[in-house]
């Protein structure tokens, strides 16, 4: 299936919107975003426990309310330390409504305790689309490396500042853009769903 002419991005996050902007810039297609679209722009919740529910919720949600196809993603960091947590709750594991702040504090908190040779993670992502009339296609990336217990960059957001990917010895706040996306779950996902929209 190709691209669609118009597709809205499913995220009012002001860091996700400026990310995908540049992970999917080069895709042939109208963006409608909340912050162009003059109609009304749904809250949606995250409720399930796995990536790819999260990101379907949410793009079959703005798919449906908009008429247009929708792309979403849902994203977590996996400590291995903590058997794979926070994952798909990372953005609140420091309880609902958590700030990044708060959240990035409690695993600093948490990985201060663990010793520096067990501190292996992972950022993962799952990328989807939908279509107004049901219809889905998701694509998966990650991003393996480790935790260190200073945050260190002030670039990205959420758990960048203590995540140092694989082959890096800087964090991914201290990258510049088109190094992070060029290696992030987040551009790692979306350039495999492009793949499949353009097959």
């Not at 002001?14 to 992970?23: A, D, N, W």
């Not at 810039?25 to 722009?41: H, I």
């Not at 929708?70 to 794979?84: F, H, K, N, Q, T």
Request: aromatic share 8%.
């Amino acid at each position: 299936m190709p691209f669609p002419e118009r597709l809205a991005i499913a995220s009012k996050n002001p860091h996700k919107l400026r990310e995908l902007g540049r992970i999917c810039g080069d895709w042939p297609v109208e963006w409608l975003t909340v912050q162009n679209y003059p109609g009304p722009w749904p809250d949606v919740a995250e409720p399930h426990d796995t990536y790819l529910d999260n990101a379907l919720e949410k793009a079959r949600a703005i798919a449906s309310t908009l008429g247009e196809p929708a792309i979403a993603d849902d994203s977590g960091i996996e400590v291995d330390a903590l058997d794979g947590g926070p994952g798909p709750r990372s953005a609140r594991f420091a309880g609902e409504g958590a700030s990044d702040a708060e959240n990035l504090a409690k695993l600093i908190d948490v990985v201060d305790a663990i010793s520096p040779e067990a501190r292996t993670a992972r950022y993962r992502c799952v990328a989807a689309i939908a279509w107004p009339n049901g219809r889905t296609m998701h694509a998966k990336g990650t991003c393996e490396g480790s935790l260190v217990a200073t945050p260190q960059g002030a670039r990205g957001f959420g758990y960048d500042p203590i995540f140092v990917p694989q082959g890096e010895r800087r964090t991914m706040a201290e990258l510049g853009d088109e190094a992070k996306d060029w290696i992030s779950h987040r551009g790692r996902a979306f350039r495999a769903l492009a793949e499949l929209l353009s097959a």
